[in-house]
């Protein structure tokens, strides 16, 4: 990848200028990662919007992290550089639906992963993400009776765990659905010693192949602490550059998706961020997110339940 570096010099100048910080998640481009004041997970990306003295961020993910950044930091100006960057998972959640379940499901404790809409999130009781939702979960009473929403992979992976009486959700993301299991097993017969790490989004039949299931900075951290020298990753591949920078001696394979056509499952919606449309939205402060005074009010509550908690067990 060929990266202009008269934009980069434009992009630090305007941050400067702007008191601008960039938060990236690690499924952005690597160019994007480089120039990122930041790069983390979920729940590290909150934890930077809520603490950041910064006057702008400008939010190199997609639009829930973004609201998220808001709902943390009402009163600073967030921008995310290509409004239309979605997700899936959040889509695959509505409001009025998500409404009704919960009204026919009276007494139960919503517990949100963050990857869903600020509207999702005023909703809930507690926020979690992937790095923390067995904690959460486990935070509660033994005997409260939950609804977690909205991935159905991840929240039945995390009922298995606790063997807590959860009413999941039927949502998804598109890229941790997309991956093959016969390609995975033919690419572990291929590479002798491989071993398959897997987010917890992913099918029951991959997680359950796999050697270690894990976060974004889950799979970041076993990689560097596992002897192993050559691992198939079942996640979104952006996180594949960190693991190289922090590992460059051991190989790292993409999962491949079910459509064989295509080399890796890549998340389209992360990759319409550019450092051109970084630095234009660095250059004219928009688009920027903005989310109803009252939703916020409302949604704060579970994300700052979330963080208090993932302070206290020093996550």
Same mark, same amino acid.
């Given at each position: 990848?060929?990266?202009?570096?008269? +934009?980069?010099?434009?992009?630090?100048?305007?941050k400067?200028?702007?008191?601008?910080?960039?938060?990236?998640?690690?499924?952005?481009?690597?160019d994007?990662?480089? *120039?990122a004041?930041? $790069?983390?997970?979920?729940?590290?990306?909150?934890q930077?919007?809520?603490? %950041?003295?910064?006057?702008?961020?400008?939010f190199?993910?997609v639009?829930?992290?973004?609201?998220?950044?808001? +709902?943390?930091?009402?009163?600073?100006?967030?921008?995310? @550089?290509?409004?239309?960057?979605?997700c899936?998972?959040a889509?695959?959640?509505k409001?009025?639906?998500?409404?009704?379940?919960?009204?026919?499901?009276?007494?139960?404790?919503?517990?949100?992963? $963050?990857?869903?809409?600020?509207?999702i999130?005023a909703?809930?009781? *507690?926020?979690?993400?992937?790095?923390n939702?067995?904690?959460i +979960?486990?935070?509660?009473?033994?005997?409260?009776?939950?609804?977690?929403?909205?991935?159905?992979?991840?929240?039945n992976?995390?009922?298995?765990?606790?063997?807590?009486?959860?009413l999941?959700?039927?949502?998804?993301?598109?890229?941790h659905?997309?991956?093959?299991?016969?390609?995975?097993?033919?690419?572990?017969?291929?590479?002798?010693?491989?071993?398959i790490?897997?987010?917890?989004?992913? /099918?029951?039949?991959?997680?359950m192949?796999?050697?270690? #299931?894990?976060s %974004?900075?889950?799979?970041?951290?076993?990689v560097?602490?596992d002897?192993?020298k050559?691992? *198939?990753?079942?996640?979104?591949?952006?996180i594949?550059?960190q693991?190289?920078?922090?590992?460059? /001696?051991?190989?790292f394979i @993409?999962?491949?998706?079910?459509?064989?056509?295509?080399?890796?499952?890549e998340?389209?919606?992360?990759?319409?961020?550019?450092?051109?449309?970084?630095?234009?939205s660095l250059?004219? /402060?928009e688009?920027?997110? %903005?989310?109803?005074?009252? *939703?916020? /009010?409302?949604?704060?509550?579970p #994300?700052?339940?979330?963080?208090?908690?993932?302070?206290?067990l020093?996550?």
């Amino acid at each position: 990848m060929v990266v202009d570096k008269n +934009i980069i010099m434009e992009i630090e100048a305007l941050k400067k200028e702007k008191n601008a910080v960039i938060l990236a998640h690690y499924y952005q481009t690597p160019d994007i990662q480089d *120039i990122a004041d930041f $790069v983390g997970d979920s729940l590290a990306l909150s934890q930077q919007a809520a603490e %950041t003295s910064a006057d702008m961020i400008v939010f190199a993910g997609v639009k829930f992290m973004a609201e998220t950044a808001k +709902i943390l930091s009402p009163r600073k100006k967030v921008i995310i @550089p290509d409004m239309m960057a979605g997700c899936s998972l959040a889509d695959s959640c509505k409001k009025e639906d998500f409404e009704k379940f919960i009204q026919e499901n009276p007494g139960r404790t919503v517990v949100t992963y $963050v990857n869903t809409t600020a509207e999702i999130k005023a909703l809930s009781d *507690i926020a979690c993400t992937s790095s923390n939702a067995r904690q959460i +979960i486990e935070s509660l009473p033994d005997d409260e009776k939950l609804i977690f929403c909205p991935d159905r992979n991840l929240g039945n992976y995390i009922k298995s765990l606790t063997g807590r009486d959860i009413l999941v959700w039927d949502g998804a993301c598109h890229v941790h659905e997309q991956f093959s299991l016969e390609a995975i097993l033919r690419l572990k017969k291929e590479n002798e010693g491989a071993k398959i790490i897997a987010h917890p989004e992913c /099918e029951r039949p991959v997680r359950m192949v796999a050697d270690y #299931i894990g976060s %974004t900075s889950g799979l970041l951290a076993f990689v560097s602490k596992d002897q192993g020298k050559t691992f *198939i990753v079942a996640t979104e591949p952006g996180i594949i550059y960190q693991m190289k920078k922090a590992q460059p /001696e051991k190989n790292f394979i @993409p999962a491949p998706p079910k459509d064989s056509t295509c080399g890796c499952s890549e998340c389209s919606f992360m990759k319409l961020i550019t450092l051109e449309k970084i630095y234009k939205s660095l250059k004219f /402060e928009e688009p920027e997110v %903005t989310v109803d005074a009252s *939703i916020i /009010e409302r949604a704060a509550v579970p #994300i700052k339940r979330m963080l208090e908690i993932s302070a206290k067990l020093g996550l």
